[in-house]
């Protein structure tokens, strides 16, 4: 099983499948790599990179501070290790404030990120600036034992057409059997106050956005992600709960980024 040394020496597990430009991906909060089994078909084009950051999957839980950017050091050894040129990010939640970070550090490496339902303005989890009320509150949902909380917000940001099979399944590789409660915990600190604002200026490279289709007539998302692509009659986790069409779009989004190489 490969596995890659980070920057403070935490072993981080990944998987590669396929040849072609190297497109990794960045599941969201909490969540393994099992997460993108669904992408697979994209291998026929596409160098698939599937990433367990630390603390979650298979990689280390030994770090001692959980942040976006030493998140973004986790896929920065993964791609050096490799030794991958010219590569699409693809974040989804939490992941695409990950891509930023990463591509930050990569610098020339990269050809572009794909934002899934992330960097919505303000903070990934509310999509508007947090209040510190709002993030105590929601932090004081995580103390204890939260199991039942937590997995059924899981089951909460699917959309109604997910079948039970699905969203057991879901909730099995990102909920809190397979993670430590206390560094899931860090995970949802760490995502609640975050601005991408102060970083997104230094991106080397351009970002596409994929967003659910509730979020048509959301102003406020509209101003920032111009030209999003869409997908309809999906909750938050589009890339298995409408595969064909993910998959379809993220690949025409491939071949655009590809077009400015």
Request: aromatic share 10%; glycine share 8%; proline share 5%.
């Amino acid at each position: 099983m490969p596995y890659v040394k980070s920057f403070d020496g935490t072993k981080i597990y990944y998987e590669v499948k396929g040849e072609g430009t190297p497109l990794i991906l960045i599941p969201s909060c909490g969540v393994t790599l099992d997460y993108w089994k669904y992408q697979d078909p994209l291998a026929l084009k596409y160098k698939l990179v599937k990433i367990d950051v630390a603390g979650i999957g298979k990689s280390e839980r030994t770090r001692k501070e959980y942040t976006y950017p030493s998140l973004g050091e986790d896929v920065k050894a993964v791609i050096e290790k490799e030794q991958l040129d010219k590569v699409v990010i693809l974040g989804l939640g939490m992941g695409g404030a990950i891509a930023l970070e990463a591509a930050i550090l990569l610098k020339d490496k990269m050809l572009g990120i794909i934002s899934v339902d992330s960097l919505l303005p303000g903070t990934v989890y509310y999509g508007k600036k947090a209040t510190e009320e709002e993030i105590t509150e929601v932090m004081d949902l995580y103390k204890g034992n939260y199991q039942d909380y937590y997995d059924n917000l899981l089951r909460d940001m699917l959309g109604d057409r997910v079948s039970p099979e699905l969203i057991e399944w879901f909730v099995e590789i990102a909920g809190y059997k397979i993670n430590d409660p206390a560094i899931l915990r860090e995970m949802v600190r760490i995502m609640l106050p975050h601005d991408y604002h102060n970083i997104i200026d230094q991106v080397p490279c351009p970002i596409k956005y994929l967003l659910r289709g509730r979020y048509r007539t959301v102003d406020y998302v509209l101003e920032e992600q111009k030209n999003a692509r869409f997908i309809d009659n999906v909750g938050h986790n589009s890339n298995f709960e409408d595969p064909e069409t993910f998959n379809r779009i993220v690949d025409e989004l491939m071949q655009e980024l590809l077009e400015k190489k």
